[in-house]
């Protein structure tokens, strides 16, 4: 099989391939990936096969795709191993041989930004469940779980948090702001994994 979706969330895991050049995603029955599910739109997402690659694109959906905990926001190019998110459904890419590979006109991720020592610190126990490949779908630390890994206190982390968090441009003030931050760090190439 040359790339394929392990599909987790909506009843056991099954696997989808990656049989044509394109895959829709949503919850009409038409679709190659069906997620029955009011979180999804009738045409959610849609998977498309490039001379170098897969890409994600959402189109226009309702309640969003994430990749990686990421917002996608445009095509987006898939990696073996990456975590797709789609309402209740969690999908994890799978392409082993085209791992590392880049598509034509997708941009490489930015630089990561300037940080601290006590910020790096940070980002590494906040991503190590994402580097690790421990879990498919990993939770970030907690401020409690970083405040006692760094040995430091929890309003000392959160300080440091806002910090990273303008940094990385992550503007919005939800509870999942702590893995979109994990991830984009991931991305940008700002742990020593």
């Not at 979706?5 to 696997?15: I, S």
């Not at 190659?32 to 959402?58: M, N």
């Not at 910090?163 to 991305?187: I, P």
């Amino acid at each position: 099989m040359e790339g394929y979706f392990e599909v987790h969330g909506v009843g056991g895991v099954r696997l989808v391939p990656l049989a044509a050049d394109a895959l829709t995603i949503g919850r009409a029955p038409g679709n190659e990936l069906t997620v029955d599910s009011k979180l999804v739109s009738r045409l959610h997402a849609l998977v498309e096969r490039f001379p170098s690659g897969w890409t994600i694109r959402d189109l226009g959906s309702t309640n969003g795709t994430t990749v990686n905990g990421l917002p996608v926001r445009e095509a987006r190019l898939l990696r073996h191993g990456d975590r797709v998110e789609i309402g209740p459904a969690r999908l994890v890419f799978h392409a082993p041989r085209l791992t590392g590979t880049r598509t034509v006109g997708v941009e490489p991720p930015p630089p990561p930004p300037a940080l601290t020592r006590r910020e790096q610190e940070l980002i590494e126990v906040l991503c190590r469940p994402y580097v690790s490949g421990g879990t498919a779908f990993p939770e970030p630390p907690t401020v409690r779980a970083l405040a006692t890994a760094l040995g430091v206190s929890e309003s000392a982390v959160k300080k440091h948090l806002t910090n990273l968090y303008d940094k990385f441009g992550l503007v919005s003030n939800d509870e999942r702001r702590r893995s979109r931050l994990a991830g984009e760090a991931v991305r940008r190439g700002a742990t020593g994994a």
